[in-house]
């Protein structure tokens, strides 16, 4: 199964050291470009940051869910 996460979750579950639930439960978790850009922004915990720099294999980048938007959008939006 996959997600697509907001920053919210992704900052609890880092802090609490808990992040590993996500493959667990997902198996792979894709994130927007605004919610990369939000997880290294200075104002966030170091944990977040290094987190999100190291990018587990299981979370896939914003190049990947910008790919991901637009096959699922062909998909439901035949118009192209």
């Known amino acids: ?3 697509v996460a ?3 979750p992704l900052i609890v579950l880092i ?3 808990h992040i590993d639930v996500l493959p667990k439960l997902f198996g792979q978790a ?3 470009p605004e ?3 939000e997880l290294h922004q ?3 915990p170091q944990a977040v940051r290094d987190f999100i720099a190291s990018c587990p294999n299981w979370l896939s980048d914003p190049v990947h869910f910008t ?3 637009f096959v699922t959008l062909r998909v439901f939006v035949p118009l192209w």
Do not use: A
Request: hydrophobic fraction near 50%.
């Open 1 to 3: 199964m996959l997600v």
């Open 6 to 8: 907001d920053s919210s």
């Open 15 to 17: 802090e609490i050291g």
């Open 30 to 32: 894709i994130i927007p």
């Open 35 to 37: 919610v990369w850009l």
């Open 42 to 44: 200075s104002n966030r």
């Open 67 to 69: 790919q991901f938007f």
